[in-house]
């Protein structure tokens, strides 16, 4: 069973000027063929997200028309802008619109759907998404679009700009790639207005950004984000936003987007594994944007000197919006538009930057969340996620139910690189319910090809284990497909254990039911509305790898010792030196310092090859 929406890599699509023409020259064949004889751009089969979907067509007509002078493109552009203007500018108010504030105001607005009143919901960013379509069109209308029509054209741009910001709560949902959007739109309208027009809506969209984007960015694993649905990042938005970044930092040359895109690129690189598998967000836990991202991840991973293409994207969708029957849809056009027109190539080397979040080498790399936990593990191309157990959810040592893995104090992080090893070592205060503190030290190495991981902690009453991760997902060729097993070696007893009951909060990996269908079960509202990652708290408990205590650890600790990646030989022994507990494996022998570390009380680690 593969994972339905996590293909290949982004980067691995051709992105030279020849292979734009072909997809576009695909895309006039289809619309010509689909055109109608009122103008109608729109897929058959388009009932949802449709208000923006024929101008977006329009929009692609248009910049084919630029590259190429097709000279049969002129009319079809001149007639399905006739339609849009016609037929899909709404300025009486969606009856059970919830966020006006300002009644019948006669402002133009695009629908989410046609029907009057039908999931008013949507209207919102459909009018964003229709401003972005049409500001590319104005873009394009250059010996293209007659003077009066392009005139028609910019006064429903400036009214939709108005109903957004005037006649409406600003957004509402709060979602940050439509709100950063939304500024996007105001920035290249502005570009098309009379100069004192355009600089009062330059200026009121950049402080729309500082106001109300960037004051209310939420904090995780050590940076701030822009809310995405109520959270602080979403696995399918977050990197769309990062492509609004991208368009409102080559529009308007402002720094504070460059900025604030950086800061978003390096938290992505940090959260996404090597191998470009990710979950986790507000909304879509598993689901993956496709081009809608390439134009923030290209931008910004250029700047940031990484290789931010490695993210897996929906690749059906990897050129622009489709239906079921892989016909084109004009939803998001506009990052198409945009992608052509940026030169910026792909940065295909990691970056080599020490990242607190994360620890990556070859093909291993370990994501941590804001708790220094693993979030995500990738050795050999399998996927780990963190498992649980009575409700806890991490990586961690166990004892009568209770997991060892919340701080309860600071949390203390080293980064070594020595003789081809890059190792971490992550050191946090945590109280057990016998309210004890006691010290875990997780050792973390990795050759690129091994993790070996070493857990160490005073010593536990009962019967400890460690909770090594939930096998989930593994690489298939260009497709990501579930898996329930991986390659894991334990110097104590290694177990793979399995919820004894199928309720929805107990996540057996051998069944069918994803990540994503689990956690939108468990949340509070229905799938789309709901937090899937809210939901997937709750869970109870899961399959789990479950590692025993290593032999010949000192009295006084319990130590754990786990290898993910190829299967072989493992032996580790542990031993106090003059300096801490030396850790000896096959491969290295590190030296973890006292948990009071230096005279700073940072931890101390000394690595060399064996």
Known sequence: MHLTHQRGPLHDLPDSPEAYDAVLADVVEQALARLTPEGNLEHPDCVDDIGDTSLGITSLLALAWQRGKDPRLPEAV????????????????????????????????ARYTLASGAHPIGDWPSTVWALLQTVNVLDLAEGLVEDEQRAELVEVAHGYWSWLTEATFFN???????????????????????????????????????DKIRAHRVADRGALLPPEHGGAYDNNYGPIS?????????????????????????????????????????????????????????????????????????????????????GVDGHFAWMLVWQIQDSTRWHRTPST??????????TVSVAFDDRMTPSLVEAAGTYYLPAAVNRQHGFGPVTDGFLFCRPMGEVRVRDVRADGLAAKLVTKPVVGRDHV????????????????????????????YLLAGLPYAADDGDRVRRTAQGQVTSAGELRLTHPESDGVDQFDARAERTQQEAAF???????????PDEGWRHLVSSTAL???????????????????????GFAPTFAYDGSGLAVRTEAFTAVIGEAAGDAHGEPELTLRAE
């Open 437 to 464: 503190l006691r010290h875990v030290r997780s050792l973390y190495v990795t050759d690129g090809t091994s993790l070996w991981t070493t857990v160490a902690v005073e010593r536990l009453p009962g019967t400890p």
């Open 242 to 326: 990062l492509s609004f970044l991208a368009q409102a930092h080559r529009i308007s040359g402002e720094e504070i987007f460059a900025e604030d895109g950086d800061a978003l690129a390096r938290y992505i690189d940090a959260r996404l594994t090597g191998g470009g598998f990710d979950n986790g967000g507000p909304r879509y836990s598993e689901q993956h944007s496709g081009f809608e991202s390439v134009l923030g991840l290209r931008y910004f991973g250029a700047r940031i000197g990484s290789d931010l293409g490695r993210y897996r994207g929906d690749t059906r969708w990897g050129r622009h919006a489709v239906k079921a029957d892989g």
């Open 172 to 210: 509402p949902q709060e979602a940050g790639n439509q709100a950063i959007g939304c500024v996007v739109g105001g920035l290249m309208l502005a570009r098309h207005l009379p100069p004192g027009q355009g600089e009062q809506v330059r200026s009121r969209a950049i402080a729309l950004y500082a």
């Open 521 to 531: 079960a468990l949340a509070a509202d229905p799938r789309g509305y709901g937090n």
């Open 546 to 568: 479950e590692a025993g205590p290593a032999p010949g650890a000192p009295e006084d600790l319990h130590v754990f010792a786990v290898r993910y990646g190829p299967t072989g």
């Open 353 to 362: 930057t020490p990242t607190r979040h994360q620890l990556r080498a070859g």
């Open 78 to 109: 001149r007639c399905s802008l006739a339609f849009h203007l016609r037929e899909r500018v709404y300025v009486d108010d969606n009856p059970g619109y919830p966020n006006l504030t300002v009644r019948g105001s006669g402002l133009p607005y």
